[in-house]
Nanobody, 126 residues
């Protein structure tokens, strides 16, 4: 698995962005893929994840109802559609992959991740 994150940028509050996480080695199968975010001085926070095998999803409480994660297995890409963005969503967003972990617990334990992509900056202005 080799992950490439993209799609970050600057947006006004209330706006939308879509992040993409592509696996250049095309080996998403049997992995869960997720998004974490981090601001300086704080721990990495689980945002959302999706199982590549059955499509189950998990969302962090702060993004429920605003963010939607989806996957296109044919393209080996996972998307994070972020709507109704708030200034507190400002962070560096990282995609990651893991195998064999309970999704809800993985969101609380980013160190379980087997693979990380590079971060992409999301900045939401007020």
């Amino acid at each position: 698995v080799q992950l490439q994150a993209s799609g970050g940028g600057l947006v006004q509050a209330g706006g939308s962005l879509r992040l993409s996480c592509a696996d250049s080695r095309r080996t998403f199968s049997n992995n869960a893929v997720g998004w974490f975010r981090q601001v300086p001085g704080k721990e990495r926070e689980g945002v959302s994840c999706i199982s590549s095998s059955d499509g189950r999803t998990v969302y962090g409480d702060s993004v429920k109802g605003r963010f939607t994660i989806s996957s296109d297995n044919a393209k080996n890409t996972v998307y994070l559609q972020m709507n109704s963005l708030k200034p507190e969503d400002t962070a560096v967003y990282y995609c990651a992959a893991v195998r064999g972990r309970l999704l809800s617990l993985w969101m609380l334990a980013p160190h379980w991740s087997d693979h990380w992509g590079q971060g992409t900056q999301v900045t939401v202005s007020s």
